[in-house]
């Protein structure tokens, strides 16, 4: 999930800059982003109980690496809709007439999403997120339920607002941009049917 996120970022970044676009999001936007709202993430995914066919799977080979193929081929695929997507994003803002801030503004926004979906989807490595219990992880919901609400306070909160120069919302965006954050939500889910079926 981590890695997922920060290969997200540093592709936003690859596309934006050399295209001459300013810089898609501020440094304390970054910090946001990876200190405080993917910070509450993590640790509750720690707490993730075993899925209950473990003794089923053959073992993982003493050679194998941390990173195997599988999790390789989801961060490619996490990194590339994550930060595709965001650049997408933000270069059509910038195309429709958006300030630059009002555009930085709905791209954090979208990262906090893909942050969540990522997290949910992160629960199991081969099965649906809609095959788990949605209660499964109480401190996982708990954590992403926190994490989208700070969010949203930071965004009507004089100093949190001025800070990281963020803003609220018309509910048009809100909808776009859970839109948009649920792509990877299908590519994720997509890439664990093919899984399966192999």
Request: charged share 20%; hydrophobic share 55%; with cysteine.
């Amino acid at each position: 999930m981590l890695v997922a996120t920060g290969g997200a970022e540093i592709l936003l970044f690859m596309l934006a800059i050399p295209l001459g676009l300013p810089m898609p999001l501020l440094p304390v936007q970054l910090l946001w982003l990876n200190l405080v709202t993917n910070g509450i993430q993590d640790v509750a995914l720690a707490a993730e109980k075993p899925e209950g066919d473990e003794l089923s799977r053959p073992p993982r080979r003493p050679e194998e690496p941390i990173f195997d193929r599988i999790m390789l081929r989801r961060i490619l695929i996490s990194t590339v809709v994550v930060g595709g997507g965001g650049f997408v994003l933000f270069a059509w803002l910038l195309r429709q007439g958006y300030e630059v801030e009002a555009a930085r503004n709905l791209l954090l926004l979208l990262f906090v999403m893909f942050e969540n979906v990522q997290t949910f989807t992160s629960r199991s490595e081969r099965r649906s997120v809609f095959s788990l219990a949605f209660f499964g992880n109480p401190l996982l919901l708990a954590a992403i339920v926190a994490t989208q609400a700070l969010h949203i306070a930071a965004m009507y909160i004089p100093w949190f607002r001025d800070t990281l120069e963020i803003a609220p919302i018309s509910l048009v965006e809100w909808a776009a941009m859970v839109l948009a954050a649920s792509s990877l939500l299908l590519a994720t889910e997509l890439d664990k049917w093919r899984l399966r079926r192999c």
